[in-house]
């Protein structure tokens, strides 16, 4: 399976933006880029997934580098209840599986 | 919520004794994950179902085993329990495997399986 990278946190101030990074360099052609979080206490969340486009939705925004060796997902406004560790995860398409593969992702502390 | 429920949400039990996580997906999903999750493990993926057939394994001890029924609902079987099994156990669905649109896949609140 093809592995990402992210750093183990990150903090972030209320109602400022926040960049979480995510480095691929091994990407596959076929390969979804998928963020998930995880609020304490709860399962897992999806947020966005891409492809090659960079994709924004109500959560989130996610930008793609154009050799998508890397990505970066981006929250607007941090809320207190953004606080928590984020995944990011390749996923192959073309496969039969489709099961997600968890790394250690990035706990996001937001400051009030 | 995410439309996948799970049972019990706590269960407590004994080392040695075998405990059942049930697992009802989504409406009209027909894939069924299950995954662990211990504070020193992370999530780790355990197995899949697709459409009441094996798809995937993961790291699954031999004391564990699942099945899907025809109804698509789960249950994760875990056996000879150990203090080190003590974990939350997700379950998760999907309409498909993964297509070419990128299904997504929802998770439960998990089981807090406590062995002691």
């Known amino acids: 399976d093809a592995k990402t990278t992210q750093p183990n946190s990150m903090e972030s101030n209320e109602e400022e933006p926040v960049h979480l990074p995510c480095n691929h360099s091994?990407?596959?052609?076929?390969?979804?880029i998928h963020w998930y979080r995880q609020l304490p206490s709860q399962g897992p969340e999806y947020v966005i997934h891409?492809?090659?486009s960079n994709v924004n939705n109500r959560m989130a925004s996610l930008a793609i580098a154009e050799d998508r060796k890397s990505s970066t997902l981006i929250l607007h406004r941090a809320t207190l209840r953004d606080a928590a560790v984020y995944y990011c995860?390749?996923?192959?398409?073309?496969?039969?599986?489709?099961?997600?593969?968890f790394g250690k992702g990035t706990k996001l502390s937001v400051k009030p | 919520d995410s439309g996948v429920t799970q049972t019990p949400k706590h269960l407590i039990t004994a080392t040695g004794q075998r405990v059942t996580l049930r697992c009802s997906p989504r409406s009209g999903d027909l894939s069924v994950y299950w995954y662990q999750q211990s504070l020193d493990q992370g999530l780790q993926f355990l197995i899949q179902?697709?459409?009441?057939?094996?798809?995937a394994k993961g790291n699954i001890l031999e004391r564990f085993s699942a099945q899907q029924f025809p109804d698509l609902h789960s249950e994760l079987n875990l056996s000879s329990l150990e203090l080190g099994d003590s974990a939350l156990y997700f379950c998760?669905?999907?309409?498909?495997?993964?297509?070419?649109?990128?299904?997504?896949?929802?998770f439960g609140e998990g089981s807090w399986l406590t062995v002691v």
């Open positions: 891409g492809l090659t």
């Open positions: 995860i390749l996923r192959d398409y073309g496969g039969s599986q489709g099961n997600l593969i």
């Open positions: 091994t990407i596959s052609g076929t390969d979804y």
């Open positions: 179902y697709y459409n009441g057939e094996e798809r």
């Open positions: 998760a669905s999907s309409v498909d495997v993964v297509s070419s649109s990128g299904n997504t896949i929802y």
